[in-house]
T-cell receptor, first 112, second 114 residues
Framework: KNQVEQSPQSLIILEGKNCTLQCNYTVSPFSNLRWYKQDTGRGPVSLTIMTFSENTKSNGRYTATLDADTKQSSLHITASQLSDSASYICVVRTGTASKLTFGTGTRLQVTL | EPEVTQTPSHQVTQMGQEVILRCVPISNHLYFYWYRQILGQKVEFLVSFYNNEISEKSEIFDDQFSVERPDGSNFTLKIRSTKLEDSAMYFC????????????FGEGSWLTVV
């Protein structure tokens, strides 16, 4: 069964600090991996998309990594801001399917 | 930036009633999706739609559900005979292709069945 697991479940950090969120997946065949940001009560917004051959991809203060051998990904947020408070969701697409498999998300809270 | 728009943003309906959720995908996109998120749970795939037909659907998408693209711009999700457990946020999404492109999500329609 295709599954996407994320850790930690929740995280509180001080403004200006960095953090790293983890994602493990058991999806086959793998097509690509995406990180989304979801504010409470809003739709998910895409941050990055990574294919099998990509190890790292950055989008501003967000840097995603992918290890397709160990089926792990991480999302690193640099110099966090209060507006980064949201759920960060790891999403994997299988090779032949049009659907996405969502993780449960990491709820990040950035405080003063 | 172009966006996916959904209406209504919130609907309350009585159990057993029919509900239609509406979506206007991004204009040059060819693939359309419905997802749902029950409060406190993860987002779940319902159905994908391409070339005026369903391309894939999940076990959740049973005979109670149907989708339609009635006029070339709107994409609708119909839920017949709603149940309490249908209460959720329903997200419409669209993309230009089926694989590598970004999938853009709407802001969601919050359905409450009472």
């Amino acid at each position: 069964k295709n599954q996407v697991e994320q850790s930690p479940q929740s995280l509180i950090i001080l403004e200006g600090k960095n953090c790293t969120l983890q994602c493990n997946y058991t999806v086959s065949p793998f097509s690509n991996l995406r990180w989304y940001k979801q504010d409470t009560g809003r739709g998910p917004v895409s941050l990055t998309i990574m294919t099998f051959s990509e190890n790292t991809k950055s989008n501003g203060r967000y840097t995603a990594t992918l290890d397709a051998d160990t089926k792990q990904s991480s999302l690193h947020i640099t110099a966090s801001q209060l507006s980064d408070s949201a759920s960060y969701i790891c999403v994997v697409r299988t090779g032949t399917a049009s659907k996405l498999t969502f993780g449960t998300g990491t709820r990040l809270q950035v405080t003063l | 930036e172009p966006e996916v728009t959904q209406t209504p943003s919130h609907q309350v309906t009585q159990m057993g009633q029919e509900v239609i959720l509406r979506c206007v995908p991004i204009s040059n996109h060819l693939y359309f999706y419905w997802y749902r998120q029950i409060l406190g749970q993860k987002v779940e795939f319902l159905v994908s739609f391409y070339n005026n037909e369903i391309s894939e659907k999940s076990e959740i998408f049973d005979d109670q559900f149907s989708v339609e693209r009635p006029d070339g711009s709107n994409f609708t999700l119909k839920i017949r005979s709603t149940k309490l457990e249908d209460s959720a946020m329903y997200f419409c999404a669209s993309s230009r292709s089926s694989s590598g492109n970004t999938i853009y999500f709407g802001e969601g329609s919050w359905l409450t069945v009472v």
